[in-house]
């Protein structure tokens, strides 16, 4: 056999063998991790504060929950898992951390699907969250509908009451996992919310004013035609001053507007008629709420 074939041969042999090696390597590190390193995997992300490496856990969370956590105010520290119990495809993990300035111990049950421990939704933790005003809170970048149970993984959050530019009032809640953690969110209204419910209210009286209807419903509008007129065909308006509105938690009043009405018809005589009826003392009242974005107004 000559020398480069000998050379080719060894050349192959040592493929063969480099290939082999790689391919035991890769078989040993697929094999799955225990319960016990999956427990203190999540552990160490939740540690980090860095929500891809929560969500490469493979616990199933919501994009609402990572977003709250990438803002969270404070995170587990000094985790440990202290004991494990595993049954074929489950597992249960006793751990401990320190958060919000006290120790806590929880229990994680994991379940192996596919070759991989993860941790199921005993990881998380749920909020039951009351405000008033409004109806919904923020967590960091994520807002939530404060009457549902909003489940977040485990962590000290600011709770806001929403919307944060109208409304003034919030309160520090700690998530543990597999807890249920109730809070109420006090809030007072913003001078900003006056100024975006005066603008809404503006706009109503104004589509109020040129609709051409006698009296519309929902502004405020009496005009005590009935004496002067059998039949009414036309009516202008024109404001001369709009009401200055003042919200409370739940409604509000709104007065000392000026309007000026031109009512043309057939009078009681039968004759055709205009008379012009002016008010100093024009007042709406009626109904806010607030959604997550906005509050809205409801005149009666």
Do not use: N
């Amino acid at each position: 056999m000559s020398l480069r074939a000998r050379l080719l041969i060894a050349g192959g042999a040592a493929i063969v063998i480099v290939i082999g090696a790689a391919t035991i390597w890769i078989g040993q590190s697929s094999a799955p991790v225990s319960a016990e390193d999956a427990a203190a995997a999540y552990l160490r992300a939740l540690e980090s504060g860095d929500s891809a490496a929560v969500e490469a856990t493979g616990i199933a969370v919501t994009p609402e929950a990572l977003a709250a956590f990438d803002e969270a105010d404070a995170l587990i520290d000094e985790a440990a898992v202290t004991a494990v119990e595993q049954a074929d495809a489950t597992a249960t993990a006793d751990v401990s951390f320190t958060l919000g300035g006290a120790t806590h111990d929880a229990e994680l049950s994991l379940a192996l699907t596919d070759g991989s421990w993860t941790v199921d939704s005993s990881g998380l933790g749920t909020v039951s969250a009351k405000t008033s005003p409004g109806t919904a809170i923020s967590l960091g970048a994520a807002t939530f509908t404060a009457s549902d149970d909003i489940v977040l993984l485990p962590a000290v959050y600011a709770a806001v009451a929403a919307p944060a530019d109208l409304l003034d009032g919030g309160a520090d809640v700690v998530v543990l996992p597999g807890a249920q953690t109730e809070i109420s969110v006090d809030a007072v209204l913003l001078p900003e919310a006056t100024t975006a419910a005066q603008q809404q209210l503006d706009e109503h009286l104004e589509e109020c004013t040129s609709s051409g209807e006698v009296v519309p419903d929902g502004c405020g509008i009496r005009i005590p035609w009935g004496t002067d007129f059998r039949d009414v065909s036309e009516v202008g308006y024109r404001i001369d001053a709009l009401p200055t509105i003042v919200l409370s938690e739940s409604g509000f009043t709104a007065a000392d507007g000026a309007l000026v009405a031109t009512v043309s018809g057939t009078g009681q005589d039968g004759t055709a008629r205009t008379l012009t009826y002016r008010t100093d003392d024009w007042s709406v009242r009626g109904d806010v709420t607030f959604s997550d974005r906005e509050l809205m107004l409801e005149t009666w």
